[in-house]
C-alpha cells in the first residue's frame, strides 16, 4: 500500500523537520511506500522567506541573508537524506488542479498544519482538499497550536474535515475545536502524541551524531528573544557551576548569554538535547525531545500559541516544569519522573498504533 503524506516540511525549523522523519518513519511501519506531497508554503522559501524576515526594511533582509543561505544548504540537505518528496513541487494552489496519485491513503500532519494564525488562514491543500472525492484521508496529530479558530474559518475547516475517514490532533485542545467548536461528531477525532514521540529514543539515538561537548552543560534552546529567558540561564549557570550552551538557529544569536553552537545539523537537535543537564526552552519540540531523551527540561511559555507546550506538560504530569517566575532557581530541586514519563510515553505510542492500524482498515 502507498500513502502521500502532506505537511509542513519546508519551514526551516528543527522540530517541524524532525516531525516530519518521524511521521515519515512511524507510517512506513504501515505501508510499503510513504511519500512526501512536496508542498511549500510562500513564505518559507526563496523571496518569500526573505520578505518575511526583512519586514520591509532591505537593510534587514541583508543582514538576515547569511543565516537563510546556512539554512537552505542544511534543511535541504537533511531533506534529500532523510524524506522521500515528490519531484514535483506544489508552490501554489493552482498546482493541486490536476494532482495524480494511486495512493492508497492520503495523511496530513503532523506540527502546526492547522494553524490559522502562523499559515496567514486556512490553506485548503492542507486539508487534502485536492484528493479525489472518496479517496480515504486521515490526519496524524495534526495541530491546531491554539485554543480555538477564528469564527470566520469554522464552516471552511468543518466542511474539509467532514471528508476525513478519521482524525487524530495533538493537543486535547484540538478535539474540542473539532467536537465542540465545529460540531463534528460522526467522525472518529482522537488526541494522539507528536510523531516525534511515537519513536523511541533509541531511534533518535542511532541517527544523530556523537555530542562533541566533554562538559556537562546547561542547553539554552529559544526560539524568541527574551532578555529574562537569557538573564535567568546565566543565574542558575552560576547556580550548578555547569557551563551554558547556546543553541543558535540564526546567526544574529551568536551575542546571547552562551557558548554558541551555531546552526547545527538538524540531528545535533537531539544530540545537544540528549547530553544535557537541564534544557531552559520555549519550543514545544525541545520540552518533547527532553521528556523522551529523559533530561530535565525548564519551559519558558512563549507569548502566543503556549498551550502546546502546557497541555504536553499536563499529559506527562510534569506541569512544574513550567517556570513561573524567572527568580526561580529551585526548579531543580524537584527532579522529573522519567519512570512515569516512560510509561506515558510508551502507553501514548502502543495509542499510536491502535490509531492507525483502525485508519487503514476496511
Not at 491554539?146 to 475517514?165: A, D, G, I, R
Not at 552543560?217 to 526560539?223: A, D, F, K, N, Q
Not at 547530553?275 to 525531545?289: G, K, L, M, Q
Not at 510534569?318 to 512515569?340: A, C, G, M, N, Q
Request: net charge positive.
Amino acid at each position: 500500500m502507498q500513502a502521500n503524506v502532506i505537511t509542513l516540511h519546508s519551514v526551516a525549523n528543527y522540530g517541524t523537520q524532525l516531525q516530519a522523519l518521524a511521521t515519515q518513519e512511524k507510517l512506513k511501519e504501515y505501508f510499503d511506500d510513504v511519500k512526501f506531497i512536496d508542498y511549500r508554503r510562500r513564505d518559507t522559501y526563496g523571496i518569500g522567506l526573505l520578505k518575511t524576515f526583512s519586514k520591509g526594511n532591505i537593510f534587514r533582509g541583508l543582514a538576515s541573508l547569511p543565516t537563510l543561505l546556512i539554512w537552505h544548504f542544511k534543511f535541504n540537505r537533511f531533506r534529500k537524506k532523510y524524506l522521500n518528496l515528490t519531484q514535483k513541487k506544489y508552490l501554489k494552489d493552482s498546482d493541486f488542479d490536476n494532482f495524480k496519485s494511486n495512493a492508497d491513503y492520503y495523511v496530513v500532519g503532523s506540527d502546526q498544519v492547522w494553524n490559522t494564525g502562523w499559515n496567514g488562514g486556512v490553506i485548503p491543500a492542507l486539508y487534502l482538499n485536492f484528493v479525489t472525492k472518496g479517496k480515504p484521508k486521515i490526519s496524524f496529530s495534526s495541530s491546531f497550536g491554539m485554543n480555538k479558530l477564528e469564527e470566520e474559518n469554522l464552516n471552511e475547516v468543518k466542511k474539509y474535515l467532514e471528508e476525513f475517514k478519521c482524525i487524530s490532533v495533538r493537543e486535547p485542545s484540538g478535539v474540542n475545536i473539532i467536537k465542540n467548536q465545529l460540531k463534528i461528531n460522526n467522525i472518529n477525532v482522537e488526541q494522539l502524541v507528536d510523531p516525534v514521540l511515537s519513536m523511541p529514543a533509541d531511534f533518535w539515538r542511532n541517527i544523530s551524531p556523537k555530542n562533541k561537548i566533554s562538559e556537562k552543560y546547561i542547553l539554552i534552546y529559544s526560539l524568541n528573544r527574551n532578555d529574562s529567558l537569557d538573564k535567568y540561564a546565566k543565574e542558575l549557570s552560576k547556580k550548578t557551576g555547569l557551563k551554558l550552551i547556546r543553541f543558535c538557529t540564526r546567526l544574529d544569536q551568536i551575542i546571547r548569554t552562551g557558548h554558541s553552537k551555531l546552526i547545527p545539523e538538524i540531528t545535533e537537535f537531539v544530540s545537544l538535547i540528549d547530553n544535557a543537564e537541564y534544557v531552559i526552552t520555549d519550543s514545544f519540540h525541545a520540552t518533547a525531545f527532553s521528556m523522551l531523551m529523559n533530561t530535565e527540561p525548564i519551559c519558558i511559555y512563549p507569548k502566543m500559541f503556549s498551550n502546546r507546550i502546557s497541555e504536553f506538560l499536563d499529559l506527562v504530569d510534569e506541569s512544574d516544569r513550567h517556570l513561573k517566575k524567572y527568580t526561580d532557581l529551585d526548579i531543580i530541586d524537584k527532579k522529573v519522573d522519567f519512570k512515569k514519563v516512560n510509561n506515558i510515553l510508551e502507553n501514548e505510542r502502543l495509542r499510536v498504533d491502535e490509531y492507525l492500524k483502525n485508519a487503514i482498515s476496511n
